[in-house]
């Protein structure tokens, strides 16, 4: 029964991070008021209240975006050095 749980367990922390994508790119634009982040391709995101922004965030700046469950969650962004 142990080696059940314990391979259910796996399988489901296993499944968690499939779900998890990097959005890289650079930023175009950045509204602190709204927090949204809109990269020189389009596309925007909107970062949580519980997530940090990096002080550093500005216009021109390269950055990566952590999101799971099919980019309906940002879990981090982190600017510059991460490459």
Same mark, same amino acid.
Do not use: K, Q
């Given at each position: 029964m142990k080696k059940l749980i314990l391979a259910a367990a796996a399988l489901t922390?296993?499944?968690g991070a499939a779900l998890a994508t990097e959005v890289d790119g650079v930023v175009a634009k950045?509204?602190?008021a709204v927090?949204?982040?809109t990269l020189t391709n $389009?596309?925007?995101y909107t970062i949580p209240r519980d997530v940090a922004i990096p002080p550093q965030l500005a216009p021109g700046k390269r950055?990566?975006?952590d999101e799971h469950d099919n980019g309906t969650k940002i879990d981090s962004v982190?600017? $510059?050095s991460y490459m």
């Open positions: 922390l296993m499944s950045f509204n602190p927090r949204v982040i $389009g596309e925007s950055v990566a975006i982190l600017v $510059g």
